[in-house]
């Protein structure tokens, strides 16, 4: 049996990323020509037909999508075998590459750094902030290695390990808090999210999964209850409810980095249980899994309330 090139395995997930020949060939460094010989090799070798032609179209077949999977799958463990093999065997020392969520990403990245730096000395970090959607897309292809992403989500195809609790907590100025609750001042107990007024809770943009998250554990059911302005980023939620229009949930990782320094804001602590969970994610099959591990007991201390001792 003649195995397949893992050349041209990788020639074929960048095709199927790309969806065009010109733009894979161009990410692959070899020419059009090249590129559809390999693909015609593959389909020879694998004895299956990988790609449906029209002239200057394709689409790929389901045997095809299966084999861009697989090679997936392949390609992952030969990056594997050859960071392991170019670190004498080190499983604590190489690259690795993390992408970390916007509403995590600046609050977290500086102690991040810090505490690998000290802890895993040999490692080598290539960090990046994305949304959660293109993220998971990029660990799937293989450009990324590990997430930090804000939990319950769905991530088919990978692990999970919660590393903390976020709390959530109202945000808002003081004088648009008052009469919501008893003992403002003493800041201590929930506000009663169901009190609050229709249109004056801002969140973020719809493709944040922290909205979701705010929206499920502050009990933010009745949508009556959320502005139609929606903001891109957390520090924009800050200064929506800087405006005194209304009121915003920020992570208690935002407010412990100073967020709401010299806004004139107050917070609140919202529902008993309302938080949002933190954790790394990794591909099912690395063979990396005691390195992720001992990331998360690394990163776990830094979260407001960790939960891996």
Same mark, same amino acid.
């Given at each position: 049996?003649?195995?397949?090139?893992?050349?041209?395995?990788?020639?074929? +997930?960048?095709?199927?990323?790309?969806?065009?020949?010109?733009?894979? %060939?161009?990410?692959?460094?070899?020419?059009?020509?090249?590129?559809? =010989?390999?693909?015609?090799?593959?389909? *020879?070798?694998?004895?299956?037909?990988?790609?449906?032609?029209?002239?200057?179209?394709?689409?790929? =077949?389901?045997?095809?999508?299966?084999?861009? *999977?697989?090679?997936?799958?392949?390609?992952?463990?030969?990056?594997?075998?050859?960071?392991?093999?170019?670190?004498?065997?080190?499983?604590?020392?190489?690259?690795?590459?993390?992408?970390?969520?916007?509403?995590?990403?600046?609050?977290?990245?500086?102690?991040?750094?810090?505490?690998?730096?000290?802890?895993?000395?040999?490692?080598?970090?290539?960090?990046?902030?994305?949304? &959660?959607?293109?993220?998971?897309?990029?660990?799937? *292809?293989? =450009?990324?290695?590990?997430?930090?992403?804000?939990?319950?989500?769905? &991530?088919?195809?990978?692990?999970?390990?919660?590393?903390?609790?976020?709390?959530?907590?109202?945000?808002?100025?003081?004088? +648009?808090?008052?009469?919501?609750?008893?003992?403002?001042?003493?800041?201590?107990?929930?506000?009663?999210? &169901?009190?609050?007024?229709?249109?004056?809770?801002?969140?973020?943009?719809?493709?944040?999964?922290?909205?979701?998250? %705010?929206?499920?554990?502050?009990?933010?059911?009745?949508?009556?209850?959320?502005?139609?302005?929606?903001?891109?980023?957390?520090?924009?939620?800050?200064?929506?409810? %800087?405006?005194?229009?209304?009121? =915003?949930?920020?992570?208690?990782?935002?407010?412990?980095?100073?967020?709401?320094?010299?806004?004139?804001?107050?917070?609140?602590? $919202?529902?008993?249980? $309302?938080?949002?969970?933190?954790?790394?994610?990794?591909?099912?099959?690395?063979?990396?899994?005691?390195?992720?591990?001992?990331? %998360?007991?690394?990163?776990?201390?830094?979260?407001?309330?960790?939960?891996?001792?």
């Amino acid at each position: 049996m003649k195995w397949p090139n893992l050349k041209h395995l990788h020639y074929l +997930v960048t095709l199927h990323r790309e969806q065009h020949f010109n733009r894979a %060939a161009q990410h692959c460094h070899v020419s059009q020509s090249t590129l559809s =010989t390999a693909i015609q090799n593959l389909e *020879e070798q694998l004895n299956g037909q990988l790609l449906e032609r029209d002239h200057k179209t394709f689409i790929f =077949t389901a045997f095809g999508l299966e084999v861009v *999977e697989r090679s997936k799958h392949l390609l992952d463990q030969a990056n594997e075998l050859m960071d392991f093999a170019q670190n004498a065997g080190d499983w604590q020392a190489g690259m690795v590459k993390i992408g970390v969520i916007p509403t995590i990403a600046p609050f977290l990245f500086e102690s991040m750094i810090s505490s690998l730096s000290q802890e895993l000395p040999k490692l080598t970090l290539q960090l990046q902030e994305d949304t &959660t959607e293109n993220l998971l897309k990029q660990l799937n *292809e293989g =450009t990324l290695d590990l997430l930090v992403l804000a939990l319950p989500m769905s &991530t088919p195809g990978c692990k999970q390990m919660v590393v903390g609790h976020d709390p959530f907590h109202l945000v808002a100025d003081r004088n +648009v808090l008052e009469g919501l609750r008893e003992g403002l001042s003493e800041g201590k107990h929930p506000v009663d999210i &169901t009190t609050l007024p229709k249109n004056s809770v801002f969140l973020l943009q719809s493709e944040h999964c922290m909205t979701d998250h %705010a929206v499920s554990a502050c009990g933010l059911k009745h949508q009556e209850q959320v502005s139609s302005l929606a903001a891109s980023s957390l520090h924009t939620l800050v200064k929506l409810a %800087a405006s005194k229009m209304g009121m =915003t949930f920020l992570p208690e990782l935002a407010l412990n980095d100073n967020i709401l320094r010299d806004s004139g804001l107050i917070s609140l602590p $919202a529902e008993e249980k $309302a938080y949002r969970e933190i954790g790394l994610v990794w591909r099912s099959g690395t063979t990396r899994m005691k390195l992720f591990r001992r990331i %998360a007991e690394v990163i776990s201390p830094l979260m407001p309330i960790p939960v891996l001792k």
